[in-house]
């Protein structure tokens, strides 16, 4: 252990653990590699997993989706329920889409798919599965007139927003920005699935996909409402790595996700 440690120490020029009392603590530099490797371990096992014959009827092959929150809500429960019968040892490991820090192209290459929306990246193969249109929002319990939401309730009330603050604003916000509309925003998060609680009995609204919005619909307090202006509709789509392209278990997942899209449209 102790050398393979120096070794490495040598080659990398940093220490990589530093002694603090009774413990060690890595580095900046040992936990950057740290990810890394553990990107490099995982794409090489699956590398030795692939096969020639795949076949979905006895596979226990194991899918990693990079997904956010709203992927995962609206697009991985009917997916599951498809595989069930395709592929019924076929497994689906989901990675959190804020939490894959860094570069893409790297995950990419450890990951099976990336589920994000057009915009979100480029110059990679994607398939695109469904649009979704942008909602506003509001709690349904504020002494206010809840008729048709407004485009000066839009600009004047306090929103909270969800900012992926790696990567993209939020793009229903940069659209409005585009058109003039400098929105107060109050208060941002990460994640689409926690808006509902931050803007109920509050003064707050919110902007995000009406899909995933209708899961909310039976939440008390809340009221759901079109948007005053035109926002493009969101393209969610699965993206995936140019080496994964002749995978024949790659291209029967494909087929899934391309079948399980259809169906949603239905």
């Known amino acids: 252990m102790s050398d393979?440690?120096?070794?490495?120490?040598?080659?990398?020029?940093?220490e990589l653990l530093l002694r603090h009392g009774t413990q060690y603590d890595l580095t900046p530099l040992a936990l950057l590699l740290?990810?890394?490797?553990?990107?490099?371990?995982?794409?090489v096992e699956r590398t030795f997993r692939i096969r020639g014959d795949f076949d979905p009827a006895t596979s226990d092959r194991t899918f990693t989706i990079i997904a956010s929150t709203n992927g995962l809500a609206v697009f991985i429960?009917?997916?599951?329920?498809?595989?069930?019968?395709?592929?019924p040892g076929v497994r689906v490991k989901v990675r959190d889409l804020n939490s894959s820090t860094g570069a893409l192209e790297p995950a990419l290459r450890s990951?099976?798919?990336l589920l994000a929306p057009r915009g979100f990246i480029s110059g990679y193969p994607a398939l695109d599965l469904y649009q979704d249109d942008w909602v506003c929002l509001r709690a349904a319990d504020r002494e206010v007139d809840h008729g048709p939401l407004t485009l000066e309730e839009l600009v004047e009330r306090p929103w909270?927003?969800?900012?992926?603050q790696q990567r993209a604003q939020n793009p229903a916000l940069r659209h409005l920005a585009a058109l003039g509309l400098e929105p107060r925003v109050?208060?941002?998060?990460?994640?689409f699935v926690c808006l509902p609680l931050l803007v109920a009995h509050t003064d707050r609204i919110a902007v995000l996909p009406g899909r995933l919005?209708?899961?909310?619909?039976?939440?008390?307090?809340?009221d759901i409402s079109p948007l005053p202006v035109q926002v493009p509709s969101l393209t969610e789509a699965l993206?995936?790595?140019?080496?994964?392209?002749?995978d024949t278990g790659h291209a029967w997942f494909r087929r899934l996700v391309r079948s399980t899209a259809q169906a949603m449209a239905d």
């Open 186 to 191: 109050e208060l941002l998060v990460e994640d």
């Open 213 to 222: 919005a209708a899961w909310f619909t039976g939440h008390e307090g809340l």
């Open 34 to 43: 740290r990810d890394r490797v553990a990107e490099s371990v995982d794409s």
């Open 160 to 164: 909270v927003v969800a900012h992926d």
């Open 4 to 14: 393979a440690l120096a070794k490495l120490r040598r080659h990398f020029g940093d």
């Open 77 to 87: 429960k009917p997916l599951m329920a498809q595989l069930r019968d395709a592929g």
């Open 111 to 113: 990951a099976d798919a």
């Open 239 to 246: 993206w995936w790595h140019p080496a994964h392209s002749r």
